[in-house]
């Protein structure tokens, strides 16, 4: 009896897993976002091609301060860039100067990211003052954080392909 309400829910719960992405990582710094959906790995929008495990995207003012530079990239596991988009929009943020860099990996990790919006380069706001010590303890922390994470997201993709090896051989069994 107990092997046949397991059986059931197995048979309840299936659909509802194949319905869903089979892998579906993100990663979104402010309005740029990194995503891994069913395999497509994007970059901001951008397609990344299937040897891609890295992407960045960076956002610069122009030197008038009307527009925003994006220049996207996808990296191979050598760091070499496989793919390269460069587009011009206007500054979210008239007048001022807009310095937006994220980088992330195509499990979701992100592993760098940088943000500044001011009246210059260097416009001595204090609230920036210190910025590259915080920076820095901040990326200490974010690269155990992205280490621990990893670990845990390979288990997690290894536990959900042992279900589905698990329920390919219930029903290889019930057929």
């Not at 995207?57 to 760091?79: F, G, Q």
Request: net charge negative.
């Amino acid at each position: 009896m107990k092997a046949v309400s397991f059986i059931l829910v197995i048979l309840v719960l299936a659909p509802a897993y194949k319905a869903r992405p089979q892998n579906f990582n993100l990663s979104q710094s402010g309005n740029i976002q990194i995503s891994t959906i069913d395999g497509v790995f994007k970059c901001d929008g951008m397609e990344c091609p299937s040897n891609s495990v890295k992407c960045s995207v960076s956002m610069t003012s122009t030197k008038d301060l009307a527009n925003v530079e994006t220049i996207r990239k996808c990296y191979d596991a050598n760091e070499v860039a496989t793919k390269e988009e460069t587009s011009l929009s206007p500054n979210p943020y008239p007048g001022s100067q807009v310095v937006n860099y994220s980088e992330a990996t195509r499990t979701g990790t992100m592993v760098n990211q940088q943000f500044h919006v001011g009246d210059g380069p260097n416009d001595g706001n204090d609230a920036f003052a210190g910025v590259d010590l915080m920076n820095q303890e901040f990326q200490d922390w974010h690269k155990n954080f992205v280490d621990r994470m990893n670990a845990f997201n390979m288990n997690f993709q290894q536990q959900i392909q042992n279900f589905h090896n698990f329920q390919n051989s219930q029903n290889r069994f019930l057929h």
